[in-house]
């Protein structure tokens, strides 16, 4: 079965093998079939016609966590990423690779109202105490109100920028929006939010991951969409991010190209941007915390130093000893492949915990869940941020 | 076919740790090598007796075991052939630390980095630090005798492995070596050292705790000519200092590596060379400044000494991945691992590169220099037609111009598959039969890893009856004729 | 007979031409030339069993062959000295590791008992020291093991089997040694202290050596190093000493945990010296031994001895297996 890939990037494997310790499927099995290595050999193998994509197939496929740590570990420079999303493309184009009621669910995405009423409902639903939120990885309370969003006034003629809402993120974690829009106000800097008129909300990635190009394609074109002009796109969800850097590659045109130059990690931004900040109030925190690198950030968008520089002036930060493997969140991998990711998770508990930190700082809605899920505090950096700086409450 | 093997298998470990899948076969059919194979049923021990028993099980059904750690083997000795059993050690990953006998046990699936790091809080390391160290099992570097940069001062690994459980192709159970100072009877663990899994299963491995060196220094000296490099090589070891590595890289490598890393490599040097100094803190700055006085007099652009830990860990990080890298020029590689003395080191060096201009080949050189263990990687495209060819018969003239200069054929990644038709060039049959002996004790029914290493024709049926004239001729030809 | 392994054929330089070694070869002689063994000092004859009665007695040939100080290897006759190496790599300033032994004492001969000296918690065991040897076969045909150059994993490790064999493998007829440069300090100390407190505060002593009672500690290595060290030492009590304390006769073997956990009473004090971190103990030890080896090991010795010397005419009498508890002795 051809594959809709570029033959170039599979010829790059050699087949070293160094990529497999950073592969965190490997890492939880040590099986070849769940390793970076083994997937792109398979991938070749039905590439090349010498192996049906049957069931075996589909299951390594479907494994992958897509956190691309394979891609910053290997030194070949194998863009993993592609491979794996032109694999589940054309699963999807030539099998009933993703079932219908997934199909429709990635589309809905797009639709913001229906996702803040559907998460509400859901939110009343697990109240009630009838889903267990826990093996779901869902938030332990999902928020039953969701708070306006209001830019902070700044000085007229003041630089803009633009703040990408999202859409599960938007539903979920407001309050990390209306963090990162008093950590950028701070730095006296004006924010504009996307309009929804456009039906923008959802950057495509989840779609992207899924291989369903069709649907992520429309999504990300709605997305770019809503931010016209020039100013700078700063996006505070690190999945979201890497989707919007790399759209010149899903879209294929110039404008898409043009645009992800615009596209920054708000602490890339905000690292650039520190003299601007006030000192903080009020006694440093005691407890130190531990910086969880999203894969998208760290090996994707390989941002993730940002993070400790605009951290560490205002908070005691402890590094994790598993160099960057993913928590096993992946995005709706946790609740497609429980077994997997809550193994995944137990090593990333086991590198928190051997790090003493009691409070977690993550940058990616899907990972804080995860890890909520697991009991643990998880506070998106920009919130410690303007908790630290007096400008939200902590 | 393997119905009942499977299932026999599947009632001793569990059914979800023996795997037949076609596709599974497929990938489990090769290594970090060029060379295929094909797997026969993939089982995955957790212990020891799980490993007896899938070699009984394979002893029962007549079929073969290959074992395998992390499949990042350079010359396929864990390519299956013919279907055996295939016996992974991944999942075998405990680490046991005796630190009143300064020794850690593991077992095989235990990461070489891993075990260094979880080492690391209490002082200590594992010294041999092959550029795989982030992937290779230990299982594989007690098979290989590995060796890495570090290896010139700490010796390679057959010197820190002290005590292997040993499951034998009958399935029965050997400690060789032992914790004590004198082990009763010859050096049965040494000869399993390297034994490229033909002499049994390492189920666990008591090695040596190396402590942390009080002080490091990791120096870079560049070099306009490849030539200036190799020789301040040699001035180096002859001015009396070992340091614990000497690495080069030459120009082509140094530009693909820098692409990837970002060291900070000059990609503009003909070669560069990498130093690192270590142990108590006067030795270590003595022998910094001799080094970068003998570089400096070997002609070095520049020396720099790493700053800081950060810079020095970049620094080594560019060397370790460097095989990787050179897919960012083709997306092939082929080389040969062979070591020279290291005052031949530059007069080979220029047949390599010679070698690989007759035969229109790229060749990119990044090696244990200390050593004198060459890595010329010949960087191709398989799918380019007739280009394995020419790799291969540049490989064999690289080969060819080692042994002349009195160099072997492996420094460390061993024979396997791939070099096996080699060793005809290195030694006499006499000397290849001697080696099957050794086999033999271990393995009398050859059911372990079998065809690697030897090639074919190494035993010498008749030497029990060797006559006088035949003694003579094979004294003076290393062959029978 | 089969016929040769593969289209290649070996190296010119790797058949043995030396008229010298050919000569031991022919001298050794073939399958039918009866019971041989070598016979290098004699420093260590007893060790390993007697001798059979009717064996005849052959020396290995002595010499340097090659020294290239550049490469810190040197290539030996099996019957060289321990004294005519030293005088070889002394002008270079280089030493092998084999310290601290009698002299007369052949390289062949240290090899084939295979037991280190009191340096080796420095130096690693002797048998690190072999990367090459040539030997004569029961056959009667000289064999190379190993390789020549200081880094080497080209096919099955025969050095490692030889080391330690008595001779029962094969006599050995020439040896490449690895060389290091000699240290520009040395010093002994010695005093009463806790060995495994010293052990743990120094930077890889060369040998620290400890009667129940007494340390006598050894370093080696830059001037300033080897001073920094001493403060250690001083500190815990010890003074300096001119070298080693006399080494009581008797060899055991014992994990080198043991040493940290044996307490001696005042009656079992100074009857033994032992290597601290390494478990050689010279003299009378009081304390637990090592157990004796697994029928495995014992099966894949014997068969290794039947595959080497089918017709058992290599030092006939000797054995590795053998105990080497208390026999050994070092004078
Ligand atoms: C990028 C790269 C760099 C490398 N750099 C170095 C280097 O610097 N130095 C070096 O020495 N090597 C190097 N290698 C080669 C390789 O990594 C080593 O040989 C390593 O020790 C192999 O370990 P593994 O676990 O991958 O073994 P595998 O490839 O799985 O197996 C290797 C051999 O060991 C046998 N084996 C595995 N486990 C056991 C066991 N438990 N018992 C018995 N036999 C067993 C197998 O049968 C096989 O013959 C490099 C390889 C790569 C890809
Ligand atoms: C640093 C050091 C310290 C040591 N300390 C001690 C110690 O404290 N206690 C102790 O008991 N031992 C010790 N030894 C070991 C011992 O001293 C030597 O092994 C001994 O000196 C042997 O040398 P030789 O030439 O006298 O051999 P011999 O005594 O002549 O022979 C010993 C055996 O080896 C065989 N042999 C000799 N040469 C050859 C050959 N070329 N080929 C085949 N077989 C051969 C002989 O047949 C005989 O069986 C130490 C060794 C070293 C290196
Ligand atoms: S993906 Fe990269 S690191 Fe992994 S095996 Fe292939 S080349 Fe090596
Ligand atoms: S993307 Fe992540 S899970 Fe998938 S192969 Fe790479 S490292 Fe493994
Ligand atoms: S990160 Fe995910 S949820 Fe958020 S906008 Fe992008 S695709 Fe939608």
Not at chain 1, 104 to 133: D, E, M, N, W
């Amino acid at each position: 079965m051809k594959l809709p890939l570029v033959e170039d990037e599979l010829a790059s494997c050699v087949s070293c093998g160094l990529c497999l310790p950073h592969c965190p499927t490997f890492r939880v099995t040590g099986e070849e079939r769940y390793s970076p290595r083994g997937r792109i050999e398979a991938i070749r193998q039905v590439h090349v016609g010498n192996q049906p994509a049957d069931a075996s197939f589909v299951d390594m496929m479907d494994t992958c966590l897509q956190c691309r740590g394979c891609e910053t570990a290997c030194p070949s420079g194998v863009p993993f990423g592609h491979l794996m999303e032109a694999a589940r493309q054309g699963l999807n184009e030539q099998t009933r690779y993703q079932p219908w009621y997934r199909r429709v669910g990635y589309r809905t995405l797009a639709y913001h109202r229906a996702l803040v009423i559907g998460s509400r409902a859901l939110a009343l639903v697990q109240r009630s105490g009838l889903v267990p939120s826990r093996r779901l990885g869902l938030p332990d309370r999902l928020p039953l109100r969701v708070p306006a969003l209001r830019p902070q006034t700044v000085a007229s003629g003041a630089a803009r920028v633009w703040l990408h809402t999202g859409c599960v993120m938007d539903a979920w974690q407001r309050d990390v929006h209306a963090a990162a829009l008093a950590v950028i106000g701070a730095t006296g800097t004006a924010v504009t939010l996307p309009e929804r008129i456009h039906g923008a909300g959802c950057c495509g990635a989840l779609a992207t991951h899924a291989g369903l190009v069709g649907v992520a394609r429309a999504q990300a074109e709605a997305t770019m969409r809503s931010f016209p002009g020039e100013d700078p796109v700063l996006v505070d969800s690190a999945g979201c991010g890497a989707q919007l850097k790399d759209l010149g590659h899903l879209l294929g045109t110039d404008e898409a190209s043009h645009f992800s130059t615009r596209v920054r990690d708000i602490h890339e931004w905000i690292a650039e941007h520190l003299d601007r900040l006030p000192d903080g109030v009020g006694p440093r925190r005691t407890v130190s915390v531990a910086v969880q690198d999203p894969c998208h950030l760290r090996h994707v968008q390989r941002a993730h130093l940002s993070v400790r520089r605009v951290l560490a002036p205002y908070l005691d930060l402890v590094e994790l000893d598993d160099e960057g493997l993913c928590c096993g969140a992946g995005g709706a991998y946790s609740v497609l492949q429980p077994e997997l990711a809550g193994d995944i998770r137990t090593r990333k508990l086991e590198s928190i915990a051997r790090s003493g930190a009691t409070l977690v700082a993550s940058a990616n809605p899907g990972c804080s869940l995860h890890l909520a899920a697991a009991g643990l505090t998880v506070r998106h950096p920009v919130q410690l941020l303007a908790e630290a700086l007096g400008l939200v409450d902590g | 076919m393997d119905g009942t093997l499977v299932a026999e298998l599947s009632a001793s470990l569990s059914p979800d740790r023996v795997h037949n899948d076609h596709l599974e076969q497929v990938l489990y059919g090769r290594d970090a090598s060029l060379m295929r194979g094909d797997a026969g049923v993939v089982c995955f021990p957790l212990t020891t007796a799980e490993v007896q028993a899938c070699v009984r099980a394979a002893l029962r059904h007549d079929r073969a075991i290959v074992p395998r750690g992390s499949g990042t083997g350079l010359a396929g000795g864990a390519v299956p052939l013919e279907q055996p059993l295939l016996i992974v050690t991944t999942k075998m990953t405990g680490i046991e630390v005796d630190l009143d006998n300064r020794v850690v046990w593991v077992q095989p699936g235990v990461i070489n980095l891993d075990l260094t790091r979880h080492l690391k809080p209490l002082g200590f390391h594992f010294a041999p630090d092959p550029s795989s160290q982030q992937s290779c099992s230990l299982g594989g570097n007690v098979a290989n005798n590995s060796g890495g940069p570090h290896c010139l001062a700490y010796g390679v690994t057959s010197a820190h492995v002290v005590a292997i459980e040993v499951v034998l192709p009958n399935g029965e159970l050997a400690v060789l070596g032992g914790l004590g100072a004198d082990p009763a009877g010859v050096d049965l663990r040494g000869a399993f050292v390297g034994s490229e899994g033909c002499m049994g299963i390492a189920t666990r491995i008591a090695v040596r705790l190396t402590p942390n060196p009080p002080a490091v220094a990791t120096l870079l000296a560049d070099f306009v000519e490849p030539a200036q490099a190799a020789a301040a090589v040699s001035a180096i070891i002859a001015a009396g200092v070992v340091p614990a590595a000497i690495e080069m890289m030459d120009q082509r490598i140094t530009q693909a590596v820098e692409a990837f890393v970002g060291a900070g490599y000059p990609t503009d040097a003909g070669a560069i060379v990498l130093v690192e100094v270590d142990g108590l803190p006067g030795g270590v700055a003595f022998e910094t400044e001799k080094v970068r006085e003998v570089c400096m007099a070997q002609g070095a652009r520049s020396v720099r000494v790493a700053a800081d830990e950060a810079e020095r860990m970049l620094l080594w990080k560019g060397r370790k991945t460097a095989f990787g890298a050179v897919a960012r020029v083709k997306p092939n590689y082929y080389l040969h691992d062979t070591v020279v003395p290291r005052t031949k080191l530059l007069d080979v060096l220029r047949q390599v590169y010679a070698i690989a201009d007759r035969h229109d080949l790229i060749v990119m050189n990044v090696f244990h220099a200390g050593d004198g263990n060459l890595h010329p990687l010949l960087v191709f495209d398989a799918r380019e037609p007739g280009i394995l060819d020419r790799v291969h018969a540049a490989g064999e003239e690289i080969v060819r111009a080692s042994l002349e200069a009195g160099g072997v054929l492996s420094g460390e990644h061993g024979i396997g598959l791939e070099k096996q038709p080699f060793m005809a060039l290195q030694f006499t049959q006499p000397d290849l039969d001697a080696q099957a002996r050794l086999r033999d004790a271990f393995d009398p029914d050859g059911r372990c890893n079998p065809a690697k290493v030897l090639p074919a024709g190494s035993r010498c049926g008749d030497l029990a009856h060797l006559d006088a004239h035949h003694r003579e001729r094979l004294l003076a030809d290393g062959v029978w004729v | 007979m089969s016929a040769g392994p593969g289209p290649l054929a070996p190296l010119p330089d790797r058949v043995v031409r030396d008229p010298v070694l050919l000569a031991f070869a022919d001298e050794v002689g073939g399958v039918d030339a009866g019971p041989v063994a070598v016979e290098g000092g004699r420093t260590q004859w007893e060790l390993g069993g007697r001798s059979e009665p009717g064996t005849r007695l052959v020396r290995a040939p002595a010499g340097v062959v090659a020294f290239e100080p550049a490469e810190m290897t040197i290539q030996v006759r099996a019957g060289t000295t321990l004294d005519e190496l030293d005088a070889a790599l002394e002008p270079a300033g280089q030493r092998v590791a084999l310290q601290g032994l009698p002299r007369a004492a052949t390289v062949g001969g240290v090899l084939c008992v295979g037991l280190s000296g009191p340096t080796r918690l420095g130096h690693g065991h002797i048998r690190e020291t072999l990367l090459q040897t040539r030997y004569v076969s029961s056959e009667g045909l000289l064999v190379t093991a190993g390789g020549p150059t200081v880094k080497n994993v080209t096919g099955f490790d025969l050095c490692r089997v030889l080391v330690g064999s008595y001779g029962t493998l094969g006599l050995l007829a020439e040896v490449t040694l690895r060389t290091r440069p000699r240290p520009q300090a040395t010093a002994w100390l010695a005093g009463p202290a806790d060995p495994a407190d010293l052990f743990d505060r120094l930077y890889r002593p060369m040998s620290l050596l400890w009667d129940g009672e007494t340390v006598w500690l050894h370093l080696e290595g830059y001037p300033e190093d080897v001073a920094v060290q001493t403060a250690i030492a001083l500190e815990a009590g010890l003074q300096p000493m001119a070298g080693p304390p006399p080494l009581p006769t008797g060899r055991h073997s014992v994990e080198p945990g043991v040493l940290r956990r044996f307490r001696p009473d005042r009656a079992q004090r100074s009857g033994f010296v032992a290597e601290f971190g390494v478990g050689v103990v010279h003299g009378e030890w009081p304390g637990p031994t090592q157990g004796t080896p697994d029928a495995s090991v014992v099966t894949l010795n014997r068969r290794l001895k039947q595959l080497f010397d089918p017709t058992g005419r290599l030092n006939p009498g000797r054995d590795p297996l053998a105990p080497s508890n208390g026999k050994a002795d070092h004078r």
